[in-house]
């Protein structure tokens, strides 16, 4: 079963594109506990996460990376870190600007694609180097 977690650890079941963008969006908008829209959501089978999307509308940047390699999206040139609500464990997060590399626009269409194919999305440029943050 496909799922998206959100920052909370609530879980939603992805049946198809259409939910899984759907989903995204109606998440994404949502006010975190600090007043602004930044927040991690979660991608996955069953209890496996592979795609994890940082992301903050108002900033209009995202950090999206993928999980079993550590490769992340670097559609962008690095701009600005964001601040995202990580889970109520951990809180406030700071996301490094070498990392924040992408639209929220080309997250959800990473999403949506990951959702289709189970398979690390192509839609996006990904760079296999972790960079130091």
Known sequence: MMLLRD???????????????????????????HGGCGQTITIGTGDLPVLRVDIDVDAGRAAV???????????QEPDK???????????????????????????????VEYVVTRQRPTNVNWSEARPSS
Do not use: C, K
């Open 7 to 33: 920052y909370h650890g609530h879980s939603y079941e992805l049946t198809n594109p259409q939910e899984a963008g759907r989903r995204f969006d109606e998440q994404i908008e949502t006010i975190m506990p």
């Open 65 to 75: 990376r993928w999980l079993p390699d550590g490769g992340y999206v670097a559609d």
């Open 81 to 111: 870190a964001i601040t995202v609500y990580e889970s109520p464990d951990t809180g406030l997060v700071d996301i490094s600007a070498d990392l924040v590399r992408t639209t929220p626009a080309a997250a959800r269409a990473a999403v």
